[in-house]
T-cell receptor
Framework: DQQVKQNSPSLSVQEGRISILNCDYT??????FLWYKKYPAEGPTFLIS?????DKNEDGRFTVFLNKSAKHLSLHIVPSQPGDSAVYFC????????????FGTGTSLTVIP | DGGITQSPKYLFRKEGQNVTLSCEQN?????MYWYRQDPGQGLRLIYY???????QKGDIAEGYSVSREKKESFPLTVTSAQKNPTAFYLC??????????FGDGTRLSIL
């Protein structure tokens, strides 16, 4: 059973506009959420994280929003750049799952110049 | 430079053979992980280890084995019991309460 879901397999955005990537989860015990960026034939690279005590975390052009009541998080990239084109994975864990992380299926973002 | 090294980048296996994928880290991380990625799917956990000489099964451990004799090393063996071993394999490590760092992966193909 998929505990972390990314329902949009792909997204295309014009350069300079905002990219919004979404992620839903089912386990209310999750308390730590992360976004990773992945290029083909490479490992994922950590982008940004948020703990359940916050509802927003910002790092430069990247902002993650967490809505615990809706079990939903989103990653906003603004302004989007062509170099942002990659697959983005969200992941979640909790103290109850120990060191185990659960990943979504990924969203492929294409930023059009 | 500190990081996680996976080798080889591409690996071919004949049916019925066991094959071992290497993962080494010099980040002094305690926990290490193995994931499998298939097309259109997320990362699925095979095994993880929180300390030396200890490891736990993930969601898809059948047909795989691991060892953790040293803190720096966490090799994964794909046995002949794994019915569909063709995939992209990723190794990761982390410090407690920190994000995982990933290697660049090994792509395993069956001849």
């Amino acid at each position: 059973d998929q505990q972390v879901k990314q329902n949009s397999p792909s997204l295309s955005v014009q350069e300079g506009r905002i990219s919004i990537l979404n992620c839903d989860y089912t386990n209310s015990m999750f308390d730590y959420f992360l976004w990773y960026k992945k290029y083909p034939a490479e490992g994922p690279t950590f982008l940004i994280s948020i703990s359940s005590i916050k509802d927003k975390n910002e790092d430069g052009r990247f902002t993650v929003f967490l809505n615990k009541s809706a079990k939903h998080l989103s990653l906003h990239i603004v302004p989007s750049q062509p170099g942002d084109s990659a697959v983005y994975f969200c992941a979640a864990s909790s103290r109850n799952t120990g060191n185990q992380f659960y990943f979504g299926t990924g969203t492929s973002l294409t930023v059009i110049p | 430079d500190g990081g996680i090294t996976q080798s080889p980048k591409y690996l071919f296996r004949k049916e019925g053979q066991n094959v071992t994928l290497s993962c080494e880290q010099n980040l002094n991380h305690d926990a290490m992980y193995w994931y499998r990625q298939d097309p259109g799917q997320g990362l699925r956990l095979i095994y993880y280890s929180q300390i030396v000489n200890d490891f736990q099964k993930g969601d898809i451990a059948e047909g795989y084995s691991v060892s953790r004799e040293k803190k720096e090393s966490f090799p994964l063996t794909v046995t002949s019991a794994q019915k569909n071993p063709t995939a992209f394999y990723l190794c990761a490590s982390r410090l407690t309460d920190q994000p995982q760092h990933f290697g660049d992966g090994t792509r395993l193909s069956i001849l």
